[in-house]
């Protein structure tokens, strides 16, 4: 049984079989598919582990930051206020929500894709939700359980001292949230999966779908939003639009296999960030015109509209920094020599 940094009430150990028989499940040579079934549903889990880390850790903080007291408000002019009263505090706790929404909001788009891969009325339309599917996996995987740790890790922080006291619970999360980006395929295999295998198995089809719908969205967010919070939507999807191109042409030259590699997590993140906006923002638009019928709760349908803008401004804006590191090439990663690395 081996000592881990957290999930402590999960044992694990490893088991090796001296001399053991296995048993061929299907065809030869076709092993790697069918694990691919067991697969893509385990990852889909683990990518759910990571939004539930990342939600009991934002509750958990939630509730300390009004019972912690300390420093004047600038909001209220209270001396000694609930600490949720300070700009910062009040920031991090809407990333952390705005995060949140987002990993859940792909997970479940996940969850519907693969349902639809299998339910929808014709094989053209089966075929289109496989390849949204078998995109969407590896990013609610990866994104969804480093969400996890940022996540966590921002609780930590909101507890401020006492968050690195195990009293408090906070560390747990932290703790145990770190586990996910590495199994069921670490994340860095995700990326791999993700430009290696899913962006270009039908030349790029669903990944040019996607960034259809998601431009559609964008053109309606005027309803809503003036200036930045749709500049920023439409500056993020042209990011990806330009990374997936690039990829695209890469993948094409096999001379370009290391750009591929050495691009792959940034490109993972870039999509996970902007998926997570176009779905915020869909719910915004949702959240809108249920206001507009009178329905519903007004508070709650403005906080929808309001935690897209959060996350528009939290967010989106990297996209470019993250564009920037789809493109920095193997060939730079490669002069990182030992030599460099060690010095
Ligand atoms: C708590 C816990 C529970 C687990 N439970 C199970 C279980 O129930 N069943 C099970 O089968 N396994 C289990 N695992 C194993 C887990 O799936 C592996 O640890 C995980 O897949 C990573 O493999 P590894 O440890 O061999 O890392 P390594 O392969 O050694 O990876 C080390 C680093 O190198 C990177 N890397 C490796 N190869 C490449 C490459 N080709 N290109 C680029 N980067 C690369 C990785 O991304 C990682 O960052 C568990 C592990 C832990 C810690």
């Known amino acids: 049984v081996e000592h881990k940094l957290g999930i402590h009430a999960s044992p694990t150990c490893v088991m090796s079989y001296e001399g053991a028989t296995a048993e061929l499940v299907g065809r030869p040579n076709e092993g790697l598919a069918h ?3 067991m697969m893509n549903a385990a990852r889909l889990a683990v990518g759910v582990e990571g939004v539930g880390i990342a939600e009991r850790a934002y509750q958990h903080a939630l509730a300390y930051g009004q019972e ?13 206020a609930p600490i949720i009263d300070h700009p910062d505090v009040r ?48 990013i609610a995987k990866a994104w969804s359980t480093d969400v996890g740790c940022e996540v966590a890790s921002l609780g930590v922080q909101v507890h401020g001292g006492m968050g690195f006291i195990e009293e408090t619970g906070a560390a747990q999360y932290y703790r145990d ?21 899913k962006l270009s198995q039908d030349g790029g089809a669903a990944a040019k779908a996607l960034i ?22 439409a500056n993020a ?46 719910g915004a638009l949702a959240a809108k ?42 060939a730079l990663l490669q002069r990182m020599t030992l030599d460099v690395l060690s010095a």
């Open 35 to 37: 694990m691919f079934v």
């Open 68 to 80: 912690r007291r300390q420093g004047r408000s600038v909001w209220t002019g209270e001396m000694n």
């Open 91 to 138: 920031r991090m706790l809407s990333v952390m929500k705005a995060k949140v929404a987002a990993a859940r909001a792909i997970c479940l788009s996940t969850a519907v894709a693969a349902d639809l891969a299998r339910t929808a009325a014709n094989d053209e339309d089966r075929l289109r939700w496989k390849g949204r599917e078998d995109l969407f996996v590896p």
């Open 177 to 197: 949230a770190r586990i996910a980006p590495i199994y069921e395929g670490t994340n860095g295999v995700q990326a791999m999966d993700l430009v290696g295998r």
């Open 212 to 233: 259809t719908d998601m431009k559609a969205t964008c053109g309606e967010l005027n309803r809503l939003y003036s200036g930045k919070p749709v500049e920023r939507l």
């Open 237 to 282: 999807i042209e990011a990806v639009e330009d990374a997936t191109l690039w990829l695209l042409d890469a993948k094409a030259e096999p001379a370009r296999a290391a750009d591929v590699l050495a691009a792959a997590d940034a490109y993972l993140k870039l999509m996970g960030d902007v998926i997570g906006g176009w779905l915020l923002a869909k």
């Open 289 to 330: 015109a249920q206001m507009e019928t009178g329905e519903g709760d007004a508070a709650w349908l403005q906080g929808r509209m309001d935690l897209y803008e959060v996350y528009a401004a939290n967010v989106l804006g990297h996209a470019s920094s993250r564009l920037a590191a789809v493109g920095q090439g193997g």
